[in-house]
């Protein structure tokens, strides 16, 4: 948290400095320009704490802002105040635009399938993991993964190494009783693989770039003899389709498009009191 700080500040902020302002006393707000779903204000919070001003937080992650709402507001001196500025209003500008995005699409899903789930990839920009994933969950959103370490998801890119096909069964079921608390992923292109896997033991088949009409014929066919395998839509899923492989019967969607939402406008003043 302070290594965002110190990336900003250096070693001096000239302009306060030059000015000679940085003793005097003051107030910052924190208030979205428009309606959106908040995250990041316990992180504004914390980080105004840090920097020893007094912060008086009206709203948490997870809650829907109108235009104006007051989120966050700090007293202090102009140095610290000002060290705050830039940081809180990027922490709280990204993270509402990925938590609004996250809730849009899941609004959009649920509008054809009630019960469907999105979840996010962990397809992101490096070091930024731990608050783009707050900001899914403040949209609604969960993890698909948060890394290799926690779910067994199998690829094409796995099998390219086994001789054959009954090398790679003998494994996959060598592997299914190993990590017997673990549900088995495997993505998949067609409906061909999707049976195939289905009837290995998969648990739940990633169905990878297919159109919302082959994820529903795929879903129809596989369930016939495997009525409890999960089903989940990956691969171009954004906001213009994801209510189409909502109503195919995805039980989830999985996709990394929340991570690249537009920023959210907030708007930050600072008056001297």
Sequence with gaps: MMDMIREDIGLID????????GHLQGKITFAPKRALVLCGAELVEEICLKMNLQVKRFKSSG??????ELILEAYGDAEHLHYVWKVCQNILEYSCGIA??????????RAENPHVELLTTRKIFP???ELALKAIYAGGGAHHRLGLYDSVLIFKQHRVFFENDAAFEAQFLKM???????????EVENCEE????????????QCEKMTPEQLQNCIYE????????????????????????????????????????????????????
């Design 14 to 21: 000239m302009t306060t400095v030059g000015l000679e302002i």
């Design 63 to 68: 809650d829907k802002l109108e235009a104006d």
């Design 100 to 109: 609004t995005k996250t809730h849009e699409m899941l609004t959009l899903a």
């Design 176 to 186: 299914k009783r190993k990590f017997l608390e673990k549900k088995i992923i495997v």
């Design 194 to 205: 999707a049976l195939y896997f289905a009837n290995l033991g998969a648990d739940i088949l």
């Design 222 to 273: 596989v369930r016939k003899s495997s009525p409890a395998v999960l089903f989940s839509a990956t691969g171009g899923v954004g906001e213009k389709n994801i209510a189409e492989y909502a109503k195919a019967g995805a039980d989830f969607i999985v996709t990394s498009s929340p991570y690249h939402a537009k920023p959210a406008e907030i708007r930050v003043v600072i008056e001297r009191v």
């Design 127 to 129: 070091r930024t993991k």
